[in-house]
Nanobody, 124 residues
Framework: QVQLVESGGGLVQSGGSLRLSCLASGRTDSINTMGWYRQRPGLQREEVAKFTSGGSTDYDNSVRGRFAISRDTAKNTMYLHMNNLKPEDTAVYYC??????????????????WGQGTQVTVSP
């Protein structure tokens, strides 16, 4: 399967910027889609931005125009560029990968992998 490690979180003032990174390792050639999620205090995990299976991008309305998702396939790394951050963006941010492959027995194995999360805190 795939292992994911996020980095780049931290404390930033309102209006500031951060760039999160997600490094993928393992069977990276089996990844179909990747995306970023966040879990704000007291709320359920929500999708923030993603690459679709067709390679296009999609964003939640709350971040559209402020966040941008990108990737460097040579480095097996996905990024989330966050601009004009607001206190309500405070959350633990997770990267996610969906994929599948055939194992040694010819069986299809599908998976959903998560990173450990990185904390983003935006002060007023």
């Amino acid at each position: 399967q795939v292992q994911l490690v996020e980095s780049g979180g931290g404390l930033v003032q309102s209006g500031g910027s951060l760039r999160l990174s997600c490094l993928a390792s393992g069977r990276t050639d089996s990844i179909n889609t990747m995306g970023w999620y966040r879990q704000r205090p007291g709320l359920q995990r929500e999708e923030v931005a993603k690459f679709t299976s067709g390679g296009s991008t999609d964003y939640d309305n709350s971040v559209r125009g402020r966040f941008a998702i990108s990737r460097d396939t040579a480095k097996n790394t996905m990024y989330l560029h966050m601009n004009n951050l607001k206190p309500e963006d405070t959350a633990v941010y997770y990267c996610n990968a969906l994929g599948g492959y055939y194992n040694g027995q010819g069986e299809r194995v599908e998976y959903k992998s998560w990173g450990q999360g990185t904390q983003v805190t935006v002060s007023p």
